[in-house]
């Protein structure tokens, strides 16, 4: 049996001959230049920005700020990658505001995000209580969003077009207070589906615009795919033709700004192939910035957003908070501003 020493005893240590330095000898990371201004009543939205402290993610969100500012201010793309949600907090009319104003250039989303658009510009409500409906087997069966969103796809597809331009066409070819084309009639026996609200569409507002927007699927995640009129061929066609058409936008990304809003896998997957297929075919895309916006940072952005595509130049930035809150915020720091 092994045996060891009896454990040695230790006192307290004696602090008598510290050494120290004077203060401001010491180089710090706080000074009062960089403190929060406090906010009086009657200031401008534009004093309250100028007020933040100029520390963590006060200072990220203004250096966010200024390179959207200098990409359109330069004629550089501004990209709005975004997930479902941002449409289900009632961000679709900030978006489209950004889209008419010049500043967000190009749209690309996951599949999710074309379900609540149509949903909300066609009866001005969207999101339905999936814990419930699921008990009764009835999540994702509302028949105007399974036949009217496959057909816009199969019907576009055929014509050429991808998923984002396809829903898009078909909203912004609706006169408000009309069901949508291909409705089969079924829409005309309820006054409440009647489409009213095709203003606060982002894909019928870029296709009025003529801005990119693209849709990127993955099949058997959205519930349109459990309807009948869903068409693989024609999801697959679509969503490809979308990736190459935003391969396109990110290949002219030098100088821009791409955002990353509240999509945890998807969109970062879909940027990283983009970006690569841009640099595979010889295109300069290196200097630009990157930002990830979420109320929690996963890894996919974290590295497919933030870190590898800005690896040897540019910067990027991660905002941490709610999308109702920060994105609006953002918003409307640029507009401000710019």
């Known amino acids: 049996m092994l045996k060891f020493d009896t454990m040695k005893k230790y006192k307290p240590i004696s602090l008598s001959k510290i050494r120290t330095y004077p203060l401001l000898r010491r180089k710090s990371k706080v000074d009062l230049a960089s403190a929060a201004i406090p906010h009086m009543s009657g200031n401008s939205f534009n004093d309250f920005i100028h007020g933040l402290p100029d520390i963590l993610a006060a200072r990220d969100l203004t250096a966010v700020i200024q390179a959207v500012i200098s990409a359109r201010k330069n004629k550089r793309p501004v990209i709005l990658g975004m997930g479902a949600h941002p449409v289900k907090v009632g961000l679709s009319p900030i978006i489209i505001d950004l889209m008419k104003k010049g500043i967000v250039t190009a749209i690309a989303t996951n599949g999710a995000c074309i379900i609540h658009d149509f949903e909300l510009s066609f009866t001005g409500q969207t999101s339905e209580d999936v ?32 998923i984002g331009k396809s829903l898009g066409e078909m909203i912004q070819n609706s006169r408000p207070g009309e069901s949508p084309p291909h409705s089969g009639g079924f829409a005309e026996e309820n006054e409440a589906t009647k489409f009213k609200y095709k203003d ?56 821009g700004v791409y955002i990353n809003l509240g999509s945890a896998v998807i969109m970062p997957e879909v940027f990283l192939k983009a970006l690569t297929v841009a640099r595979n075919l010889g295109n300069k895309v290196e200097n630009f910035t990157t930002v990830n916006m979420d109320f929690i940072q996963h890894y996919r952005p974290h590295q497919n957003v933030l870190k590898r595509p800005t690896h040897k130049k540019g910067c990027s930035y991660a905002l941490t908070g709610h999308h109702e809150i920060m994105f609006p915020l953002l918003a409307a720091a640029v507009i401000e501003k710019i």
């Open 131 to 162: 814990a419930e409906e699921l008990c009764k087997g009835t999540f994702g069966m509302a028949k105007e969003t399974g036949e009217y969103i496959n057909k816009a796809i199969n019907t576009g597809v055929k014509k050429g077009l991808g």
């Open 200 to 255: 606060m569409s982002i894909f019928g507002t870029a296709y009025k615009l003529g801005l990119p927007a693209t849709v990127h699927v993955a099949v058997g995640t959205d519930i349109i795919h459990m309807h009948p009129q869903a068409d693989g061929r024609s999801l697959g066609e679509g969503s490809h033709r979308d990736f190459k058409l935003f391969a396109s936008v990110v290949s002219d990304l030098e100088g």
